[in-house]
C-alpha cells in the first residue's frame, strides 16, 4: 500500500467524536480556565515573559492568568508557521501522533521495572536489560525509534547508578547499540548539552541532527495547572535550540481533573495550552507539540486506569479538538495498559488503544510496556508488534485496484473453480497476507493455552534476534567519543541536593 493511499485512508477514518459545537464549548472552557484561575508556573522566566506580553501575573503566588487575546494571538501564530511549513514534531516515546505510513513501533517509556518471563520476576533494570532491549528494537523491522525502554537504574555489577547520570549513561547506551535513535528521557537543563553532543554525534553533525532529533523528549505538566521549574527551563531551552518542545498532561479523571470527559480534556488542554503560550512568550518563533495521557480513578480500587474506555475517549476528544479547531497535531496516550503481565487484558486492551489511534491517523505504537508505563516486558512487545499488525490491516486498502485484472482471475477460475493453483495466488499471497510471527493460526494443537504458546513463541523470536547467532547489525564503533561526552558529563553533573 502506498503512502498516498494510506494517508487518504486515514482521512476517511478519522470520524469525530464529538460536534464542532462541543468542540468550540471546551475552547471556551479553556480559555475561561487559562483566565481564571489561571496556571501557577514555578519558572520565573517565563512569568516574566509572559507579564511582558499581557498577562496578569502574580510573581508571589506564581500563578499567571492568560487574557483571551494573548492565547488566541499565539494558536493563530503557531497555526500560520505550520501552515507555511514548519514542524510540530510530537517527540515522545509513549504517545501516538499522525504518521504517514504503516506501523512505525516505538521502543520507549523509560520504565522502572523490567519483567523477566525467563526468570519469573520483576527487578530494576540493568545495564544487560537495556541493552538487550535496545539491540531487539534494533532488530526489528517495524520497529522506527528506539529510546529508552527502561531506565538504566543498576550497572551489570547490580550497582546503582546516580540518579543525576541515568539519563546521560542511557542515552550513550542507546547511541552504542542502535541506528534507530529515539526520543530519552531528560530532568534538566544541565544534562541538556551532553544528550544534544551525544545526539550530534549519533547523526553525524548538528544540521543532520536538528532534522532528525534525538534523546530528548517531552516535558509534563503537573496536574491541575502546574508547570514545574525544571520542565519549564528544559521546554524553554529546547525551543531555543531549535528542537522539538512537547509538552504531556496526565490529568487523572477524579482526582486531578473532574469526573466527567469534558472536564478531564478541558483541563489537558488549558495546560497544553498555557505551556504553549508560555513558551512562545519566551521564544516568540517556538512551534510547541501537544500531547496527552489522561486516566481516571478507579473508585474500586484507589488505583489509577489508563486504559478505561473513558480514558481513550478524552485523548481521542483532544486529538480531535487540537486537529479540527486549531490545526495542531497531538500525540494520544497509546502506551499504557493496566494489566501487570501480559495476557488476555493487556492485548485487550491494547488492541482498544491501537484501533483508536488508527482511526486518526496515528500509526506510531509504543510496544512493550505494562503495569501503567512501570514495567517493559521483550515479550509483551512482540505481542503488541503482532496486534500492531493486525489494527494496520484493518484500517488498510489495496490502493489501486485493477477491476479488469481480477474480472480476468474469476474468469480464468470459473464457476465452482478454484484460485489456490492459479498463478495469480502464488504470485500475490505473501504481500495480500500478513503473516504472523507469534500468533498462532494452528489449531491442531491445543494442549497448553494460547497465551503460554504466544509467549513461548514471543522468547524464541528474541532469542533468534538477540542471541549470538541473530542478525547482525551494524553497530556504532566512535564509543569512544561517546564515552568521552558520559565522562565529561560525570565531571560537570552534580548530584542534586
Known amino acids: ?152 537504574l543498576r550497572s551489570s555489577d547490580g550497582e546503582p547508578v546516580p540518579a543525576h547520570l541515568q539519563r546521560v549513561r542511557t542515552a550513550a547506551l542507546v547511541a552504542k547499540h542502535t541506528t534507530k535513535y529515539g526520543p530519552t528521557e531528560v530532568a534538566n537543563v544541565a544534562e541538556l548539552e551532553f544528550l544534544i553532543a551525544l545526539g550530534e554525534l549519533a547523526r553525524g553533525g548538528r544540521e543532520a541532527y536538528l532534522e532528525n532529533p534525538c534523546f530528548v523528549t517531552a516535558k509534563e505538566t503537573i496536574s491541575p495547572l502546574m508547570l514545574d521549574r525544571d520542565a519549564a527551563e528544559v521546554l524553554v531551552a529546547l525551543a531555543q535550540r531549535r528542537l522539538p518542545c512537547t509538552i504531556i498532561p496526565m490529568p487523572l479523571s477524579g482526582v486531578s481533573a473532574p469526573v466527567s470527559a469534558v472536564g478531564n480534556v478541558i483541563v489537558a488542554n488549558a495546560e497544553i495550552i498555557g505551556v504553549m503560550v508560555g513558551v512562545r512568550a519566551v521564544v516568540p518563533e517556538a512551534v510547541v507539540g501537544g500531547g496527552v495521557i489522561s486516566g481516571i480513578m478507579d473508585m474500586r480500587t484507589g488505583g489509577a486506569s489508563f486504559s478505561a474506555p473513558e480514558a481513550i475517549r478524552q485523548d481521542l476528544m483532544l486529538a480531535q479538538l487540537h486537529r479540527e479547531r486549531y490545526g495542531f497535531d497531538l500525540g494520544i496516550g497509546t502506551g499504557y495498559t493496566d494489566a501487570v503481565v ?8 491494547k488492541a482498544a488503544k491501537f484501533a483508536a489511534a488508527a482511526s486518526f491517523g496515528c500509526h506510531n505504537y509504543p510496544v512493550g510496556l505494562l503495569d501503567g508505563g512501570r514495567t517493559f516486558c521483550p515479550e509483551e512487545a512482540l505481542i503488541d508488534l503482532e496486534i500492531a499488525e493486525i ?107
Open 1 to 152: 500500500m502506498t503512502s498516498h493511499a494510506r494517508e487518504r485512508l486515514g482521512e476517511t477514518m478519522q470520524q469525530g467524536l464529538v460536534s464542532a459545537e462541543v468542540l468550540e464549548r471546551i475552547h471556551q472552557g479553556t480559555l475561561e480556565v487559562l483566565r481564571d484561575p489561571g496556571m501557577r508556573i514555578l519558572s520565573r522566566t517565563m512569568r516574566e515573559a509572559l507579564a511582558s506580553a499581557g498577562a496578569a501575573v502574580d510573581h508571589d503566588r506564581e500563578v499567571v492568568r492568560f487574557p483571551q487575546e494573548l492565547v488566541t494571538e499565539t494558536l493563530a501564530g503557531m497555526r500560520a508557521q505550520i501552515e507555511e511549513g514548519a514542524r510540530q514534531l510530537i517527540f515522545n516515546g509513549v504517545v501516538a501522533s499522525r504518521t504517514p505510513s504503516g506501523v512505525q513501533a516505538k521502543f520507549g517509556g523509560a520504565c522502572i521495572r523490567y519483567l523477566d518471563l525467563t526468570r519469573q520476576e520483576v527487578r530494576a533494570p540493568t545495564e544487560d536489560d537495556l541493552v538487550t532491549l535496545v539491540r531487539l528494537g534494533d532488530a526489528l523491522p517495524n520497529v522506527t525509534w528506539v529510546g529508552n525502554p527502561v531506565v538504566y
Open 391 to 497: 489494527v494496520d490491516r484493518q484500517f488498510s486498502c489495496d490502493g489501486e485496484v485493477d477491476a479488469g485484472q481480477m474480472a480476468a482471475v474469476i474468469r480464468e477460475a470459473g464457476i465452482g473453480g478454484s484460485y489456490l493453483g492459479l498463478d495469480h495466488t502464488l504470485e500475490h499471497f505473501r504481500e495480500a497476507f500478513w503473516q504472523p510471527a507469534v500468533f498462532s493460526r494452528d489449531s491442531s494443537a491445543q494442549v497448553e493455552t494460547d497465551t503460554s504458546r504466544t509467549l513461548a513463541a514471543a522468547r524464541d523470536k528474541i532469542e533468534a534476534l538477540t542471541g549470538p547467532s541473530g542478525s547482525a547489525v551494524e553497530w556504532r564503533t566512535d564509543w569512544d567519543a561517546i564515552d568521552a561526552i558520559v565522562a565529561e558529563a560525570e565531571r560537570a553533573l552534580q548530584p542534586a541536593g
Open 342 to 349: 501480559p495476557g488476555v487484558q493487556a492485548s485487550a486492551e
